[in-house]
T-cell receptor, first 113, second 112 residues
Framework: TQLLEQSPQFLSIQEGENLTVYCNSS?????LQWYRQEPGEGPVLLVT?????EVKKLKRLTFQFGDARKDSSLHITAAQPGDTGLYLC?????????????FGKGTSLLVTP | NAGVTQTPKFRVLKTGQSMTLLCAQD?????MYWYRQDPGMGLRLIHY???????AKGEVPDGYNVSRLKKQNFLLGLESAAPSQTSVYFC???????????FGDGTRLSIL
């Protein structure tokens, strides 16, 4: 299993602040996904990054894949209460380590008005 | 847009009872997965399937069995439920290996 470490584990900020969450591994991934999960629901895919150094933007969210494809970050600008949720990263292996994604434990974000 | 549908949404069992969780997807996806999510543990893969009639073990398969008799359905069975199997179970599907996955809304299972 290719382990993914997410940090911080918990984050509580006020509306309007910026934040960055991290997803790190010692393994190389062929691609990496970010999901957001709200209470009582399943994870919902936000973005997939494939190329080392790739940057993708989704409104106020900016995702970056590390050059070596071992890490990724999610930056949120001017956070809003609607951004509250559990953010999960998931990496797809490059070898025959299995058909499924390896998930990190998540960063729980709370944005207060 | 149904996507991935899980039934039931909630269930309480007594230790030793058996039950089956059903997952249905309407996107014609080849790959289907069962995960469990526990506090502080993240999502852990139980079993998966790469196509109709195939199943394979994931990270935590003990105590569970699965079947994929039809492409659109993936069943997860607990033959003799144990309190350690109290969890939220998620089914997911995907078009090909390593492609983004679509998740159901989960089954919340308590074993007393």
């Amino acid at each position: 299993t290719q382990l993914l470490e997410q940090s911080p584990q918990f984050l509580s900020i006020q509306e309007g602040e910026n934040l960055t969450v991290y997803c790190n591994s010692s393994s190389v991934f062929s691609s990496l996904q970010w999901y957001r999960q709200e209470p009582g629901e399943g994870p919902v895919l936000l973005v997939t990054v494939v190329t080392g150094g790739e940057v993708k933007k989704l409104k106020r969210l900016t995702f970056q894949f590390g050059d070596a494809r071992k890490d990724s970050s999610l930056h949120i600008t001017a956070a809003q209460p609607g951004d509250t949720g559990l953010y999960l990263c998931a990496g797809a292996g490059t070898s025959n380590s299995g058909y499924a994604l390896n998930f990190g434990k998540g960063t729980s974000l709370l944005v207060t008005p | 847009n149904a996507g991935v549908t899980q039934t039931p949404k909630f269930r309480v069992l007594k230790t030793g009872q058996s039950m089956t969780l059903l997952c249905a997807q309407d996107m014609n996806h080849e790959y289907m997965y069962w995960y469990r999510q526990d506090p502080g543990m993240g999502l852990r893969l139980i079993h998966y399937s790469v196509g109709e009639g195939t199943t394979a073990k994931g990270e935590v398969p003990d105590g569970y069995n699965v079947s994929r008799l039809k492409k659109q359905n993936f069943l997860l069975g607990l033959e003799s439920a144990a309190p350690s199997q109290t969890s939220v179970y998620f089914c997911a599907s995907g078009r090909v290996s390593n492609q983004p996955q679509h998740f159901g809304d989960g089954t919340r299972l308590s074993i007393l």
